[in-house]
């Protein structure tokens, strides 16, 4: 065999935790008894309607999801919701806010631009995304149909600190790279997504949160596919539903609830970044551009004054027994993302290998 799991600082398709990839492996070729994989079984079986009810039960409990609530298990990735969000919520008004404070954000915005009057009301380009604006710093249109913006900037580092208040217009929120890691007061909220590639499963599933008085004002056009309400009425089953990711969503929340939930997680995840920004802080050789009440749990973007010093960093730490530590095209630099299966010694020897590349250059 190959060398030894490595600590993956990758941004998505992310790592996953070693108990649920063993549990998954297990259980592979014959689940439960059925004698077949559950990549193999109807999606209207039993068993998988099993699964499927479980999955959606452990999530509402975990993400603390009240009632008046719909949980979506679907597919085309959270970039499909980009649209989707203005054809299901934009007829209201035909207007909609939208706060661009990164790169998916920014690609939103100018999706959303095709289905009604959008209006920027924020933007942290000024700064180049290094921080999250401020309520004050909010134009908002109180005739707006939603106010939509990115909880985590997974390029940027950036991440929310507080809910915005919007007033009684709902609130849109693409939660793909920190969803799970704290909890929600989801009742804030309009619609949440999040593609689960980053902190939940496999990439090929969305979860997506959705107000039930929001569904059934679809634009008349809005492909069956994309409307809430076609969802909702048929529970994410209008075609097959990405089976095998919903089933690791589940294992992946079984192993979140022995975490102590989203609570447990909060502190785990927390500490993680602390002890990196630290390190960070504390070097000689390393900045973080993110402004300190800005920066992001999951993603650390981090660099030295110079393109060589951050190649030789990224090669020698490959060497090390660490992956993805390049930063995005677009920033350059180094990123770490420590979602939440990355473990806290993962980070902890990444610290190490900064400090001692600190000192030894
Ligand atoms: C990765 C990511 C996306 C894109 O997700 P896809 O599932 O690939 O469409 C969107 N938003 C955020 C915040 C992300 O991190």
Redesign the pocket.
């Known amino acids: 065999m190959g060398k030894e799991r490595v600590y993956n600082f990758s941004?998505?398709p992310s790592m996953l935790p070693l108990e649920v990839l063993e549990r998954a492996g297990s259980e592979i070729t014959n689940y439960e008894g059925s004698g077949m994989s559950v990549m193999e079984m109807s999606h209207r079986s039993k068993v998988f309607q099993k699964i499927f009810d479980d999955t959606q039960a452990k999530f509402r409990r975990l993400f603390h999801v009240p009632d008046g609530y719909h949980i979506l298990f679907l597919q085309?990735?959270?970039?499909?919701?980009?649209a989707a969000a203005p054809m299901n919520l934009i007829g209201s008004t035909g207007k909609a806010d939208y706060a661009v404070t990164?790169?998916?954000?920014s690609?939103?915005y100018k999706e959303a631009k095709k289905y009604g009057a959008i209006h920027l009301a924020a933007s942290s380009e000024d700064r180049n995304h290094t921080y999250i604006p401020a309520q004050d710093q909010l134009e908002l249109d109180p005739e707006a149909s939603y106010f939509y913006y990115?909880?985590?900037?997974?390029?940027y580092g950036t991440e929310w600190q507080y809910v915005p208040d919007t007033g009684r217009v709902p609130i849109v929120c693409?939660?793909?790279?920190?969803i799970l890691s704290r909890p929600v007061d989801v009742s804030k909220y309009g619609v949440i997504f999040?593609?689960?590639?980053?902190n939940m499963a496999p990439?090929g599933l969305?979860v997506v949160i959705v107000k039930k008085e929001l569904a059934g004002r679809e634009l008349p056009y809005t492909p069956l596919m994309l409307s809430y309400k076609t969802m909702i009425d048929k529970d994410s089953m209008y075609n097959t539903p990405p089976c095998w990711c919903i089933y690791m969503l589940g294992l992946v929340l079984d192993w979140l609830e022995e975490k102590g939930g989203v609570e447990g997680m909060e502190a785990i995840k927390h500490g993680k970044a602390r002890m990196l920004y630290d390190t960070i802080d504390a070097s000689r050789l390393f900045t973080c551009a993110v402004e300190k009440d800005s920066r992001s749990d999951m993603n650390v973007v981090f660099r030295t004054a110079s393109e060589e010093l951050d190649a030789k960093f990224v090669k020698e730490s490959v060497d090390a027994g660490f992956t993805n530590l390049k930063g995005h095209r677009s920033v350059g630099g180094m990123r770490a993302s420590i979602y939440n299966a990355m473990p806290v010694e993962g980070v902890e020897k990444l610290c190490d290998f900064i400090r001692a590349f600190d000192k030894n250059n």
Do not use: E, L, R, Y
């Open positions: 941004a998505g085309g990735g959270a970039s499909t919701q980009f990164g790169n998916f954000s690609i939103a990115c909880a985590n900037n997974t390029i693409d939660m793909s790279s920190d999040a593609g689960a590639q980053k990439a969305t």
